[in-house]
Each structure stands twice: as C-alpha cells, then as structure tokens.
C-alpha cells in the first residue's frame, strides 16, 4: 500500500482503534456480556467468543444457527439460541446444555444470583438451585422480553398487550398485569425498581410506574428502539431508534412525565442503532447504522468524542469490562473492535 | 427504491390437505443449490424435518398505529428479524399459513415493519388448492375464497383426480374471485420451483402485467359477502388529485372488505405510467417510467373484495377522468 495512504487512513482511525485490536469474525455480533475480566460475544453463526485484552478470543461453538440472547450467570453466559437449545457455557469451552426445546426458538433468557431463566414460545421456564425440574409460567402470546428487579423478587415478562410482572413470594409467583396495547420487546426495570420500560414494535417505548400503573408513553422516534441504557444517578434511561441518544429522565416522582428528554450525540443522518452506560458516570456510548461510536456526556452543551469511525456496518452491540477499562463493540457484518477506554492502561 | 439484500419472501397458503407439506418437501429437499429457510405453523402437518424449518405460531397483532384494520404477523417480524442475524445468506424464505389463516396480516407485515421492509420483501403469495375439494371449499369457509383472491400464484393441484370438464369448472371459479392470479394444473405440486419462488409478484413493475383480457367486468354470483372482482379502463387521462381523493377516501372506508387493489394510470400532464398495489388499507404507488411508444395510454384499475357493488367503484372511477 502506499505509505501516504496508509499515513491518511491511520490519521482517521480514533485513538481507539489505534490502539485496540481489531476482529473480523464474519457473522453479525447479536449480544455482549461481562464477566469478570472477559467480554463474551454472541454470533450469527452459532459460536460464542471470549475476549480478553492482550489475546486471541477463544471460540466456543454452542448453537446451530444464530445466538439470539445471552447473558452472565456467576462465572458463566446463558445463551439461547435458533436451535432451542438453552446452554451454559464456560470461558474453557464447556457446555452445558439446560433444555432442548427442539424447533422452537429460545427468544430470551435472563438469570438471578443462582436462578436461571429462559422463554420459548409464551412459555418461561425458571430454574432455581437444585432443582432439576423447571417452574413454567404461561402468557397470553410470545414473550418479547425478560428482566428481574434488582433483588431478584420480580420478573417482568413482556409481550403483546403489555407486561406480566410475577412476584415471588414462599417459592409461588404471582402475576400482576401492565396493559398497553401493541407489542412489547425488551423490557428493563429503573435501577430504583419504581417503573418498568419496554421497546415497542411500534417505535415508541412505553414505561409504567409500577405502584399505581401510570402510563408514560414515550414517542416520536423515527425507527425502532432496539436498544436502551440506564445512565448516572438522575438516572437517565437513553435510547437508540433517533438521530442521537435520547435521554429520558426518571427522577422525581413522575420521572419523564410532561417533560421533554436531553438529546445527545448527534449522529447526523445515521440512526442510533445501541447505547451502553459508562458505568459509574453520567456518559453514555452510542452506536449508529455506519457503524460509528461517539461517548457523549448527558449534557447537551459538550461535545461528543468519535470512539469508533464508520464501517458502514450497524452497531449492533457495546460491551463495557466489569472494572471500566476496556471496550467492545460489535457490528452486523461481525467486525470487532476490542480496546482500552483509558490511555495509560 | 429496491434493496437487491432484502431475502425474498413466499407466502404459502392453502387448506390442510391440498398439498402445502409437499410442496414444502420438494423445495427442501430438491437438489436446486439454494438455500431457503421455511416458517412452519405450529398446527401444520407432520413430516418436515430439517434444519431449516423454523416453527411458528401465527400470532396476529393489531398495531398500535390508529390504522383499524392493520394488523401483522408479530411473530414473522421476531422470526424475519432472528433469521436476517445468520451467518449465511438465505436465498429466499418460504413462510407456510395454516388453512383458516387470512393471509393479509402476513402481506401486511412487510408494508408496515420497517425492520422486515428493509431486510426482506415479500415476493408472492402462493396459494395450493385441491382441484377435487376447493369448489366446496369456497362455499363452505370464506377463508379458501381470500386465499384464492390473495394469491398471485394458484397451484392447481391434484388434477389427475379430476375430470377435464370439472377441471375447466374450478378455473372458471377461480378466476371469478381472481383475475389476475397465475393458475398452474398439477399433480403432486409438480411446478418448476423458478414459477413458486423468485417472482417478484410485489414489485411495483408487476402490476404492468395485468392482462387485459381478464378486465372485462362480470359478477353474477349467488351470496352478498361472495370475494369478487370488478375492473375498469379508461382512455380518457385520470385528473391526478380527483383520483388521490377518491382512491384515498376508499381505502379508508372500504379498505377492510377490498382485498387487494391493483392498476396501471395515465394521468393528464403526466409523461410517466403511474402503478400501485395494495393489501385492504395498505398500498405502494410509485411513477413506473414512459409510456411504451405505439401503444393506448389506458388506464387499469382491478380491486378483489367483498360487497364491491356497493362502492360506486365505476362512478368513483369515472368522476376521475379529466375534463
């Protein structure tokens, strides 16, 4: 290559890419979780990979077909995948297969301390300690979300029509219905567990204030929300779907009622397609359809910093390591970008 | 403007036993060097195995978006949207509907989902009909008539069981309810798989090849809520805004109980061929290029649906032409 250009295209790289280390894996990047000092990324062609700074990813190949939700459990991920098989995989490579659910798909999965939890079809199956067989709670249609409060007491079930949250109570859950009409898909409790949020299939979320059902209906979005964020001690939940990271907030007793959000990194003419806290600060990193990142403060007076240039490849997840100092983004052609946030590490 | 990444997508309908699971078989298992994944409903018959096949539960949504009769597929847009994460590109999708299921919110999910619009389109829906049963059918459940009316490709199938003279009977029948559909005669579902997947039957362009011949307006029928269709020409240039007022205002109204719309439009002061198609409230219209040089400006309009009698279609249509 001709070293000026050369020179050009590594003056255009953000000091990120710089310095982090870059993956082409060939299958979009479908989820991203933390453990420990490792991030494990979910894939299209069925593997799940551990990244660890200063190495290779070592790949695991947990399903036939893609990896369609994941998430941590004590030193492990839960996957489910297009193959109905809902597994727990270790960083060694060690899989443990939970359920086979055949040809129906394992949508979502969540998990509790030492509780494991999954959905199929309108069915959740919820695994406790020691117990081989699972507890089963029946909806109404096909499940678009699972999320447990913060003490692990509550699951909100989303889906059509609204949220199924049980409570558990001596081992027996109970169910109290959130009614909104239109589908719902990923669903997240506020850190202090008084609303309930999810992503519609129409693009707008929806949030209820969970001690008196209060609607909070939250709209004008150009695109699907498919991706939303709890950030800082206001807090602010920030949202993709828009032309920046919209920030909502949930303070006080009515939280985004009557008020309108702060938005933040403006992508331009690219949507903002995922957003991932920085924990600890009130910033969030925003991920758009070309692919670019930007870290924005929730302040609508600072600037945003490029964390990763375009790559014409929609950002299709963001993952933090637990002790702030790497980060992993992911997109839909299965470009990695694997780096330390801070520049003496 | 068309997305060459978007998978195309077939809609398979048809009453149990008419020959969908065979037809899903071949497109399996035929040596055609494709690769084409198949959404099964959960209710649908025994003896498909493969990796491919993905189960369904035809759950239908109505939308949250005002629109009363716009309601889709919510699992097709979880199960689109999952499929569309793959390592490896699909060729085409096949999504099978069990044989009370109404077609539309399955067409209407790829008019309404921005998601499932940008990464897939829908190709065509494919309907398979018993040449033995599909005459009682169409008495009995109003449902084999809206699959008939739907269809831009009817499968014909089981001939050999039937006599030449019956066989003219049930094409006749059909094309009644459905003027413009492509018929094909078979036995064991025996079509090339290129006439079933691949058609592009939703693209805008199609809507050029209405035939004329089958727009010649006929609706002697025995039932109110019978699926007919009615069709127009005009020589005489449409006045743009008459036609978006009248159009618009009828699809509004009417909408639910027209179940598909096509048509071809010269308007006045305009060099270009209009074309639009629709799905009962939904429609896609969009200029088609010049007139072919040497041939009538006319414009085609055909609507499929029920109780069209009483929509003074032929009056509305008029009352467009430009004075």
């Known amino acids: 290559m001709n070293a000026d250009l050369e020179k050009l295209q590594e003056s255009n790289k953000t000091e990120l890419e710089r310095r982090g280390s870059i993956f082409n894996i060939g299958a979009p990047a479908t989820e991203a979780v933390t453990i420990r000092d490792q991030i494990a990324v979910g894939f299209g062609d069925g593997t799940v990979r551990f990244f660890q700074s200063g190495s290779d990813p070592k790949t695991v190949k947990a399903h036939k077909g893609v990896v369609l939700s994941m998430t941590n459990y004590e030193d492990h991920v839960l996957t489910g995948g297009e193959d109905g098989r809902f597994l727990k995989i270790s960083s060694d490579g060690n899989i443990d297969e939970i359920f086979n659910f055949g040809s129906k798909w394992v ?3 969540a998990s509790h301390k030492d509780t494991k939890v999954c959905s199929s079809g309108k069915t959740v199956y919820i695994w406790t300690k020691n117990k081989d067989k699972p507890q089963t709670l029946e909806h109404p249609s096909t499940v678009g979300g699972l999320a447990f409060d913060n003490k692990g007491k509550r699951l909100a079930v989303s889906r059509y029509g609204g949220v199924t949250v049980w ?7 109970t169910a109290s219905n959130f009614t909104w009409k239109g589908s719902h898909g990923t669903v997240t409790f506020s850190p202090d567990t008084k609303y309930i949020v999810t992503a ?9 204030r969970i001690n008196d059902k209060a609607d909070l209906a939250m709209r004008g979005y150009p695109s699907k929300i498919k991706s939303f964020t709890w950030v800082g001690d206001t807090p602010y939940l920030v949202t993709s779907g828009s032309s920046d990271a919209v920030c909502w ?3 006080g007793t009515e939280g985004p009622m009557g008020r309108k959000p702060i938005v933040v990194a403006n992508g331009g003419k690219e949507l903002a397609t995922f957003v991932k806290a920085l924990n600890g600060e009130k910033a969030v990193f925003t991920g758009f359809t070309d692919g670019s990142v930007l870290l924005a403060e929730i302040d609508e007076s600072k600037k945003p910093i490029m964390i990763r240039s375009s790559t014409g490849s929609e950002v299709s997840t963001i993952a933090i390591s637990s002790d702030n100092s790497q980060i992993l983004i992911g997109d839909m052609k299965g470009s990695i970008l694997l780096s330390s946030l801070w520049a003496d590490n | 403007m068309e997305n060459t990444s ?9 009453f149990l036993g008419a020959g969908k699971t065979t037809l899903l078989n071949r497109i399996l298992t035929e040596q055609h060097g494709r690769k084409y994944a198949v959404i099964v409903n959960e209710f649908g018959e025994q003896g498909i195995d493969n990796d491919l096949v993905v189960d369904a539960d035809e759950e239908v949504f109505e939308m949250n978006n005002g629109c009363i009769c716009c309601t889709v597929r919510g699992d097709l847009i979880r199960i689109l949207s999952g499929l569309m994460k793959r390592a490896d590109k699909l060729d085409a999708i096949i999504v099978e509907t069990t044989g009370l299921a109404d077609p539309a919110p399955v067409a209407q999910t790829f008019f309404v989902d921005q998601d499932v619009a940008d990464r897939t389109k829908l190709d065509a829906i494919v309907t398979v009909a018993d040449a033995v049963h599909l005459s009682s059918q169409l008495v009995d459940h109003h449902e084999a008539e809206e699959q ?7 499968l014909l199938n089981k001939v050999e069981l039937v006599e030449d003279n019956d066989i003219v009977k049930v094409n006749d029948r059909i094309r ?3 003027p413009f559909a492509k018929i094909i005669k078979t036995t064991r579902c025996d079509a090339p798989l290129d006439e079933i997947v691949g058609l592009n039957a939703f693209s805008l362009d199609r809507v050029l090849d209405i035939e004329p011949d089958f727009l010649e307006s006929d ?18 240039p449409l006045d743009m805004d008459k036609f978006q007022d009248w159009f618009g205002n009828l699809l509004r109204t009417k909408g639910q109980d027209i179940l598909r719309s096509k048509g071809i439009l010269n308007f006045k002061g305009e060099e270009e061929r209009y074309v639009f198609q629709g799905v009962h409230m939904l429609m896609d219209a969009s200029p088609m290029g010049p007139w072919p040089k040497g041939k009538d400006r006319s414009s085609r309009v055909v609507f499929i649906g029920r109780d069209l009698d009483n929509m003074n279609l032929k009056e509305g249509f008029e009352n467009c032409k430009s004075a």
């Open chain 2, 6 to 14: 978007q998978v195309p997508v077939t809609v398979l309908t048809g």
């Open chain 1, 200 to 208: 519609m299939q129409e693009n707008q979320i929806h949030g209820w």
């Open chain 1, 107 to 109: 949508d979502c999965v």
């Open chain 2, 176 to 178: 009644k309810i459905n």
């Open chain 2, 148 to 154: 008939i009316a739907f269809a831009d490709v009817i």
């Open chain 2, 219 to 236: 609706h002697d029928h025995e039932h109110d809520d019978d699926v007919t269709s009615l069709s127009f020409v005009s020589d005489t």
């Open chain 1, 249 to 251: 907030p949930f303070d």
């Open chain 1, 167 to 173: 409570k558990l109570n001596n081992n027996k859950w």
